[in-house]
């Protein structure tokens, strides 16, 4: 079994642009964290139930529920935070207004809250998570051995990230300034990694890189890029260069459509016209491959699911985040 990379990490932030497979591979490295007997929490803070699709259940409430069971046992809860429901929550822990909280949502100020109120929502979904990671059951132990947020995208996540910052700056005594400050220190410390999301693109990986300078530059610990949804070359490298200027084999590529009892001619030009866009899209990989070896982290890889992601293939991509030593 490899060695993880993140010994010592118990929150696993993931990011990435809009169309990259944020959730899945949030929800896939969940069920690598989970494998051999662990408890992950996989939780999710934008609302749009992405895990209940993912995982085809219904759709969650304010409530941890379990999600699926890991290969070698293990299991992954997941909760949908739901920005009210967390501030009721938070008005009764820190301020023990029970019901009270509810009727102050009667008269708006709760709806002000979630919002309205700059980055007080975002104060209620980190908060929520940070709970999760240091709660403790009665012997002592984490209940929770790692905790996974499929958070925001990398447009957005630094501010949110940072959203609790602020928030000291502005409220320097009280039960909201020591949560915020604890926030702050479990995001900035080595127990946070935050994980960028990309596929072989220009812009995804232009996003990519800029999440990761604007994270390292507000001191927040980046983890690992995960390059998603890869094609692995169908040509070889001859035949490649070969398809890019239009000069394959034709009469190769004929006789074997003849001998497949295929040999029409407007075959041969699809066939060829696929082959060049192959290999162009081939390059452009190569070329931005290159680009993400230059951000110098650890970067791990997941094959491209034609038949789309099931349960079975977060399995797939969650054993191949294993083997390359990121759980």
């Known amino acids: 079994m490899p060695v993880s990379d993140w010994e010592g990490v118990r929150l696993h932030v993931i990011t990435g642009k809009g169309g990259t497979g944020k959730t899945t591979v949030a929800a896939a490295m969940a069920l690598a964290l989970a494998s051999g007997g662990h408890q992950v929490l996989l939780v999710e803070v934008e609302e749009r139930q992405g895990l209940a699709q993912l995982f085809d259940v219904a759709p969650l409430p304010y409530q941890e529920r379990k999600l699926a069971v890991a290969r070698d046992g293990g299991d992954v809860f997941g909760l949908a935070v739901d920005p009210r429901q967390a501030m009721y929550e938070y008005l009764d822990m820190y301020y023990r207004l029970g019901r009270a909280g509810r009727a102050l949502d009667r008269m708006g100020i709760v709806e002000f809250a979630t919002t309205v109120a700059p980055g007080m929502r975002d104060v209620l979904l980190t908060g929520k998570t940070y709970e999760a990671t240091r709660r403790r059951r009665e012997d002592g132990e984490f209940v929770y051995d790692a905790v996974v947020l499929d958070a925001p995208p990398t447009g957005r996540i ?12 502005l409220a320097r005594v009280g039960p909201i300034s020591r949560q915020a400050t604890a926030i702050t220190e479990l995001i900035s410390s080595p127990r946070t990694a935050v994980h960028v999301v990309t596929v072989l693109e220009e812009m995804p990986v232009q996003e990519t890189a800029d999440a990761v300078a604007h994270l390292d530059d507000a001191g927040i610990p980046v983890g690992a890029v995960v390059v998603n949804q890869v094609r692995r070359p169908l040509l070889r490298a001859r035949d490649l260069a070969a398809a890019r200027r239009g000069r394959l084999d034709r009469a190769a590529i004929e006789a074997g459509l003849r001998a497949a009892g295929l040999g029409q001619d ?6 060829t016209a696929e082959a060049a866009a192959h290999a162009d899209r081939v390059a452009l990989e190569k070329r931005e491959r290159a680009t993400v070896a230059t951000l110098d982290r650890p970067t791990y890889e997941l094959p ?23 759980a």
Request: no cysteine.
């Open 158 to 169: 630094t501010r949110f990230l940072s959203v609790n910052e602020a928030v000291t700056s």
């Open 266 to 271: 407007v075959l041969v030009e699809r066939l």
């Open 304 to 326: 491209w699911l034609p038949d789309g992601v099931d349960l079975a293939g977060l399995y797939e991509m969650s054993a191949a985040l294993t083997d390359q030593g990121a």
